[in-house]
């Protein structure tokens, strides 16, 4: 099969928060350990992403800019192997498409830093300019050139929230990456980056639900859950609150769900949800993946053994809280 086409199909940018997910999640790729993310009304009109990772070496600038010109993985499989979030190499060339682009990156062995701009697809200037480490991309005026696609936007309150929650869904999986969010010049959050996922919780969902929260920390032969659960007493009316990464990535699974939920069912009034933050390490020859462009369906080789690792742990979790 051909793995280019299985997960390229379809757009990558639908909305500021797609942009925004591809930006950050480059970022971290790039090993950046502190990452400012700023937009204004709600992203449509100005999205900057600041980092201080890598950066890009002037002559790889433009390239980076080419569709598939830098995939940094070789097939679906690898998507869970390789450590890195990014896999299609084409969201730069499909943001610069439809919006107006200006990028800033110096690497730390580059004297001097490189900026380069890029309109609608079509390349404006690259120069040489005094930087820092690093590497900082404004995309200004989304779908300037489409109007089709702007007028399924929603307002920029809307756009400005589906990005915070964005960004703190990608907090919370990178507790090692110092986030920061600015909306229109206000600060919105900003994480640690001291790998302390319990202070992040603190920083997104706010002081009842830290301080209601149980440990989970279960390893079982290739599968390791570590985190946090709510008490029941912090239960919710959505699945909202109902969080968790696998190897890094924010996946939903059947299975995973309701093993969570069938654990709770003793300590839960009907349809209320709890609050979960778990992390899931499984060995990648355990998945099954199935990817979307934008979203991603998860199996598993042995589905009854995950959901009863699962179920067990969160179990236990509840069974030793302190009521
Ligand atoms: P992908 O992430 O799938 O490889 P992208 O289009 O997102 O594709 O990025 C293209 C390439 O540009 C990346 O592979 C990486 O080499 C480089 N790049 C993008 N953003 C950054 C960044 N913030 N810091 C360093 N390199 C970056
Ligand atoms: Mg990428």
Known sequence: QNTINKIAAGEVVERPASVVKELLENAIDAKATAVTVEIKEGGTSFIRVTDNGCGIPKEEVPLAFLRHS?????????????????????????????????IITKTSVGLTGTRYQIDGGIERSIEEIGAPEGTTFIARNLFF?????????????????????????????????????????????????????????????????????????????????????????????????????????????????????????????????????????????????????????LRFRDGEMIYHMVYQAVANALAHKEL
């Open 145 to 297: 050139n489409t109007p089709a696609r702007k007028k399924f936007l929603k307002t920029p309150v809307t756009e400005g929230a589906h990005v915070a929650d964005l960004v703190e869904k990608l907090a919370l999986s990178h507790p090692e990456v110092s986030i920061r969010f600015i909306q229109n010049n206000q600060n919105k959050l900003h994480t640690s980056g001291n790998h302390n996922l319990k202070d992040i919780i603190y920083t997104v969902f706010g002081r009842e639900i830290a301080s209601n929260l149980l440990e989970v920390s279960v390893k079982k032969g290739e599968v390791t859950v570590n985190g946090f659960i709510g008490k029941p007493v912090i239960a919710r009316g959505n699945r909202n609150y109902e969080n968790y990464f696998i190897n890094g990535r924010f996946i939903k699974s059947s299975i995973i769900s309701r093993a969570i939920e069938e654990a709770y069912r003793p300590f839960m009034m009907q349809h209320k949800y709890p609050f979960t933050m778990l992390h899931f390490t499984i060995e990648p020859e355990l998945l099954d993946v199935n990817v979307h462009p934008t979203k991603m369906e």
């Open 70 to 102: 830098t995939s940094k993985i070789k097939s679906v499989e690898d998507l869970f192997t390789v450590s890195s979030l990014g896999f299609r190499g084409e969201a730069l060339a499909s943001i610069a498409s439809v919006s107006q682009v200006e």
